[in-house]
């Protein structure tokens, strides 16, 4: 996931992203309490994900809508 094409979403489809970015989250936290963790470099993905995501959305809040 590039920032480059966050930009060209709108701002509730980065929503909806940001949403599944935190299930996927929660999910592979669970996953390792419970000893089931397959890949362990998926939690820093989502984690810089989920960061692109949320800057994204703060740079079109200041710009006005959509950047």
Request: aromatic residues 2%.
């Amino acid at each position: 996931m590039k920032a480059k094409d966050l930009r060209d979403k709108a701002p509730n489809v980065l929503g909806e992203e940001l949403l599944k970015l935190r299930r996927e989250q929660f999910n592979l936290r669970m996953a390792r309490a419970t000893g089931q963790a397959a890949k362990p470099d998926q939690f820093a993905k989502v984690r810089k994900n989920i960061a692109r995501v949320k800057t994204v959305l703060a740079q079109s809040r200041v710009s006005g809508g959509k950047a």
